[in-house]
Structures are given as structure tokens and as C-alpha cells.
């Protein structure tokens, strides 16, 4: 009977303790490691989709219709439709989260534009904090200095999923433009 008691409490123990590092609705059923253990490391992208919406009002026409801007990622090849111009690029990511509370992220990219014929190449690192926005409970949304506020869908030892949603408004005497972006960004562990 005290061996059945002993199993209990350990297995309740257990149970108790991986949920509490769990946190996130996305992440893993069972986890013994903590978000801030499962955070750290080093992350390649693994797939983006980017998704943003201009929409004009004037006072004259009223409401234009919404223009579509879409960014799709697969196996580092990047496609963007912006409007009628579409262009691809090959695009690596590399985000780099440290303990001490510094993240790096880099990312190179060779951009080929269809209607113009052109090849543009781009390199550009980021270094900076970073800092749990609600530290205390959930720990559910992140801020990485000088690249972004995002929440963190899923945090498994070797995923991570940041979203975010801004939106601008620009007002001119005659016309208000709305500009929503959505964002979500997969990575899995190096």
C-alpha cells in the first residue's frame, strides 16, 4: 500500500511540474524543460507567412478595395506577390537566443524581381535584448529589441512559432489609409 501511495505521489508530482512548464495553449502536452530552457538556443527559419492589407478611404470615392500583400516561405525559396509585381528570393534566417538575455538574428537574402529582371542581394544582422513582456505568469509574449513584439504561439524544444498583428493608420484631409500586417514566423532548432 505504501508503495502504490509513493507512485502516486510521484507520478502526480511529475504531472504537476511538466505542467507547469507548458504555458503556451501550442506547446507540448508534456514538458520538463522551462519556456525560458526551450527558448534559448539556436533557431533557422523554417517557414513564414506574411500577410498585409492596404486599405484607402477618401472622402471622395469612400472605400477603395483592399490591396493584398503575401509572403510565402518553403525550403528557403521566398515568394512575394505585392500587387501585380511578384518576385522570389532565396532567404536564410538564423535567430540566435541567448541566456544572458541578447539575441542575435541574421538574415541573407538574393531577391530576383520578374518585371524588372533583376538580382538584389541583402545581408542584415541584428543584435539586441530580449525580455519576456509578461515575465511573472504565462511568459507568452516575447520582445526582441529592434526586430519585433511577438507572442509566442509554440515553444517545443525544437519549434518555435512568434505572431504578431500591427496595424498604421495614415489620415491626410482627404483620405485615411489603413495598413494591417500578420505576421507568423516557424522555427525549428539548429
Given at each position: 500500500?505504501?508503495?502504490l501511495?509513493?507512485?502516486?505521489?510521484?507520478?502526480?508530482?511529475?504531472?504537476?511540474?511538466?505542467?507547469?512548464c507548458?504555458?503556451?495553449?501550442?506547446?507540448?502536452?508534456?514538458s520538463?524543460?522551462?519556456?525560458d530552457?526551450r527558448l534559448?538556443g539556436?533557431?533557422?527559419?523554417?517557414?513564414?507567412?506574411?500577410?498585409?492589407?492596404?486599405?484607402?478611404?477618401?472622402?471622395?470615392?469612400?472605400?477603395?478595395?483592399?490591396?493584398?500583400?503575401?509572403?510565402?516561405?518553403?525550403?528557403?525559396?521566398?515568394?512575394?506577390?505585392?500587387?501585380?509585381?511578384?518576385?522570389?528570393?532565396?532567404?536564410?534566417?538564423?535567430?540566435?537566443?541567448?541566456?544572458?538575455?541578447?539575441?542575435?538574428?541574421?538574415?541573407?537574402?538574393?531577391?530576383y524581381?520578374?518585371?524588372?529582371?533583376?538580382?538584389?542581394?541583402?545581408?542584415?544582422?541584428?543584435?539586441?535584448?530580449?525580455?519576456?513582456?509578461?515575465?511573472?505568469?504565462?511568459?507568452?509574449g516575447?520582445?526582441?529589441?529592434?526586430?519585433?513584439?511577438?507572442?509566442?504561439?509554440?515553444?517545443?524544444w525544437k519549434?518555435?512559432?512568434?505572431?504578431?498583428?500591427?496595424?498604421?493608420?495614415?489620415?491626410?484631409?482627404?483620405?485615411?489609409?489603413?495598413?494591417?500586417?500578420k505576421?507568423?514566423?516557424?522555427?525549428?532548432?539548429?
Open positions: 500500500m505504501k508503495k501511495l509513493l507512485i502516486t505521489a510521484i507520478i502526480s508530482t511529475i504531472v504537476a511540474i511538466s505542467m507547469s507548458r504555458k503556451g495553449s501550442n506547446d507540448p502536452f508534456l520538463l524543460r522551462s519556456r530552457t534559448i539556436i533557431w533557422k527559419i523554417k517557414d513564414i507567412v506574411n500577410d498585409s492589407i492596404v486599405l484607402k478611404t477618401t472622402s471622395i470615392n469612400a472605400t477603395s478595395s483592399p490591396i493584398h500583400y503575401t509572403t510565402g516561405y518553403a525550403d528557403s525559396l521566398k515568394h512575394s506577390t505585392r500587387g501585380v509585381d511578384e518576385f522570389d528570393s532565396v532567404y536564410y534566417e538564423t535567430l540566435i537566443i541567448n541566456e544572458d538575455g541578447t539575441y542575435s538574428d541574421t538574415i541573407k537574402s538574393r531577391k524581381v520578374k518585371n524588372v529582371a533583376a538580382t538584389k542581394f541583402s545581408e542584415r544582422v541584428v543584435c539586441n535584448s530580449w525580455y519576456w513582456l509578461d515575465e511573472k505568469k504565462n511568459k507568452e516575447i520582445m526582441l529589441i529592434g526586430y519585433g513584439i511577438f507572442s509566442v504561439d509554440r515553444l517545443a519549434e518555435l512559432v512568434f505572431k504578431s498583428t500591427k496595424q498604421n493608420l495614415k489620415q491626410t484631409t482627404s483620405s485615411t489609409t489603413t495598413i494591417t500586417v505576421k507568423e514566423l516557424k522555427f525549428k532548432r539548429q
